[in-house]
Structure formats: structure tokens, C-alpha cells
């Protein structure tokens, strides 16, 4: 087993723009010490909160769920887990709340997340993606007394022909939001919410283009670097938030793919990651990179949430536009949408095998597993392998096992491509 009291091996990015966003991202952690002390109420709310919103209105905000993941990353997630298992959230619950509910209420924090955590004011909550997201912020608000709002976002049980209704319904769930953040203080513009959802189209526009390169052969971006840069969108600091970062990456992709550049010398295999990547051991997913394996497509793009259609965007119809993309999201949970996207995902990427793991503390992943399995071979005829094994908890995590499994898994495959 690994211990909780040692830090995990962290790789480093591989591509100097994706180090800059890894650290506009920790910077961003830091600097909600600097609002709180210049008296600004500051908001404990999800990464997946819209950003347009509360980037329009100056909204500092302790996203929970990054402080979660950090608390595995960092190898603290035994402690923080027990903490809010202490406090009441059964070990049933997903390990990224309970991990962020942890640091929240711990007494004895480490010292990054005392830089990083500052005791909020107000709490904003939502069932998006999943009911633990929505009732485990209930425990930050009743410990500090934070009056709260929660965002209902409705399953998206209609598929890509979302109708108006559920539309305007969760435009005004977003409407609440900005009559509750007005209440304590913060001042609401709509052009600058327009400007905000122009600026997410363009941006969508950014990271559509760089899906496209992603899948060249060989693979020009490691598995690590993905993870990084998929999710900068949505934790990075707003000053670091700029569309130019992204066009770099878009542009060193590019030229990586018309020189032919592989991340590997010798790309063999290329696989399909499906489950949240261990947060506490990140090298898992560049280790198969010693068998010539690379991993173009993770589900934790999947996981954020982050939509990569920009159509979906448009700055005259703001709060619409928003309401449509989180009722669009292959992360609102809705098995039929979240399996379609990983079969397309596996042509577009040209996979040869998927990894799958279970994250047995999700209420949905475990059963998306299956679905996902039996649909990719399905339609494709890959390989699916299932891994068991938690997300961010890693009390239970055998590294030993899951590399052996992982080991076996790709010699099975090379084999078969080879046979």
C-alpha cells in the first residue's frame, strides 16, 4: 500500500505552456487568501460552477472539488477522507467530496491548504454532475454557517435535442444564482457576462482544434500534459485565463504533428482511459509509454464537464447559452449520451484497447463501466480492460497489482495487433 504520508511521484509536464497552466492553476489556489483579507466575500462552489458568471461578477471562490483532488495528489487523502467520514460522510460517498469536505473541516490542515483554503462566506451547490456534488457542500455551509443556493440542472434524459423547456428552466436556476450573489454584495453586468460567454466560444473554438490534433499518429501530447490542459479552462486563475495560452498549445501541437513528433520513439499501441485517472499516482498514466503505449483520450475531460462545441455559445443569449451547454455536457449524467461519446471517442482517437476503471465511491461510473464496455466492443471490437480501483481514495490503492494488470493488458494487445 501506499502511504498517505508521503507525497506521490508528480510528473512533470512535458510541454512548457502546459507547466504555465499547471502553475496559473496552484497560483489561482493561492490568491483567494488576497481577496478574503481585502473583505471581498468569498464563495465555496464547485470547479464546474459556470466560470462566465463568476467571472462576470468578480466572484472569488474556493472551488472544493480542486482542493479534493489536490488532497489526493499531495498523498493526503486518507486523512482528509477521515476526517469527513468523521463527520458523517459515509466511505460510500465519492473520494473527491469527501476528500474536499476533509480539508474544509480538518483541524490540522498541511501547509498548502492552509495557503489554499480560507474560511467562505457563502456556498453555492449543484446536482451537477452527480447528487453526492450536491448534498457534500452541505457540510462546509452548516460548519461555517454560509448562507447557500443550489443550481438545479436537470438530467439530460432527451439526448442532442434538448428541448426549450429544460432550457429556460435551468436558465432561471442560473438567474437565481445571480439574484443570491447580488444579495451579498457582488454587482451583476450583463455585457460583461456576454463578454464572458464570447470569450468561452472562442476558447471552445481553441480546445476543438486541439481535440483534432490530439488524435494525430503518433501521438504529439502526453497523457499527463492532457490532463493538465484540459482542465486549465476551469481551474486556472482568472488573470492566467487567456485565450493566447491555449493557442500556444495549439500551435506547438500542430507543428509537433507536421514534424511527426510521437511522445513514445516507437508508438505501438494507443489506449483509451475511461474512470478518474488516479489523482494520487499520475504516473499510471504515462507508464504505459515504457510498452510503446500512449493514451490520447482520458475520461476526466469527460469528468469536468468541459464543452468542446462552441456553437453552443452564443454572447446575445448568454445565460441560455450556458443553460444549453451543462444540459449538452457528456459529464450530466445520462448513460445513453455518456456512452455515445466514448464510442465516438474511440474511432475519432483510433484506439486499440480501453482501460477502464471502476472508482468504486461513484454513483454513476460503475455502471457507465459496463455500458461503455460492451457498446465500444460493440462498434468497434476493442479490447476493454476493467481496473478496480478509487479515483482519489487511496487507502485500498496496490500500485504493484494495477501496473501488473496494466502490464498484461497491453502485452494481450500488442500480441493480438501483432498476430
Not at 463527520?87 to 501547509?111: E, K, M, P
Not at 454532475?129 to 460548519?143: D, Q
Not at 494481450?412 to 495487433?417: D, E, I, N, Q, V
Request: net charge negative.
Amino acid at each position: 500500500m501506499t502511504a498517505d504520508s508521503t507525497i506521490p511521484e508528480i510528473p512533470l509536464p512535458d510541454l512548457k505552456v502546459v507547466e504555465e497552466m499547471q502553475m496559473g492553476i496552484v497560483t489561482g489556489l493561492a490568491e483567494i487568501q488576497k481577496e478574503k483579507a481585502a473583505g471581498t466575500p468569498v464563495v465555496w462552489c464547485s470547479v464546474l460552477t459556470p466560470k462566465e458568471i463568476l467571472n462576470s461578477m468578480d466572484v472569488p471562490c474556493v472551488y472544493g472539488n480542486v482542493l479534493g483532488a489536490y488532497a489526493s495528489i499531495f498523498g493526503s487523502s486518507g486523512k482528509y477522507c477521515q476526517v469527513a467520514e468523521d463527520d458523517g460522510l459515509s466511505r460510500d460517498v465519492c473520494s473527491v467530496n469527501r476528500c474536499q469536505v476533509g480539508v474544509a473541516l480538518c483541524d490540522d490542515r498541511d501547509a498548502f491548504f492552509e495557503n489554499a483554503f480560507v474560511v467562505p462566506d457563502l456556498a453555492i451547490g449543484s446536482n451537477f454532475p452527480c447528487t453526492s456534488e450536491s448534498k457534500a457542500f452541505l457540510h462546509v455551509a452548516a460548519r461555517y454557517n454560509c448562507p447557500y443556493y443550489v443550481i438545479d440542472t436537470p438530467i439530460n434524459t432527451w439526448g442532442r435535442d434538448i428541448p426549450d423547456h429544460a432550457v429556460e428552466y435551468c436558465a432561471r436556476e442560473l438567474e437565481g444564482m445571480i439574484r443570491f450573489l447580488e444579495k451579498h454584495g457582488f454587482k451583476f453586468d450583463m455585457d460583461r457576462l456576454k463578454q464572458e460567454v464570447a470569450f468561452t466560444r472562442a476558447l471552445n473554438t481553441v480546445m476543438g482544434e486541439i481535440e483534432v490534433l490530439k488524435r494525430a499518429i503518433p501521438m504529439p501530447m502526453r497523457a499527463f500534459d492532457t490532463v493538465i490542459a484540459m482542465t486549465a479552462p476551469l481551474a486556472l486563475a482568472r488573470e492566467a485565463r487567456k485565450l493566447g495560452l491555449f493557442e500556444r498549445l495549439r500551435d506547438e501541437l500542430r507543428g509537433r504533428v507536421e514534424r511527426g513528433y510521437g511522445v513514445v520513439e516507437n508508438e505501438r499501441l494507443r489506449l483509451m482511459w475511461v474512470g478518474l485517472p488516479p489523482l494520487y499516482d499520475f504516473t499510471l498514466l504515462n507508464y504505459p509509454e515504457k510498452h510503446g503505449a500512449v493514451i490520447p483520450k482520458s475520461m476526466l475531460e469527460f469528468l469536468v464537464g468541459f464543452t468542446m462545441d462552441p456553437d453552443l455559445m452564443d454572447p446575445d443569449r448568454p445565460l441560455e447559452s450556458i443553460a444549453r451547454a451543462q444540459l449538452a455536457s457528456p459529464a450530466n449524467p445520462a448513460y445513453a449520451s455518456a456512452v455515445e461519446y466514448f464510442v465516438r471517442a474511440a474511432r475519432d482517437y483510433r484506439v486499440d484497447g480501453v482501460v477502464g476503471v471502476v472508482m468504486r465511491s461513484c454513483g454513476l461510473v460503475p455502471g457507465l463501466q459496463r455500458l461503455a464496455k460492451e457498446a465500444i466492443q460493440d462498434a468497434t471490437g476493442v479490447p476493454v480492460a476493467i481496473l478496480d480501483l478509487d479515483g482519489a481514495d487511496q487507502r485500498d490503492y496496490d500500485p504493484g497489482s494495477i501496473k501488473a494488470h496494466l502490464d498484461s493488458f497491453i502485452e494481450t494487445l500488442l500480441a493480438r495487433k501483432d498476430g
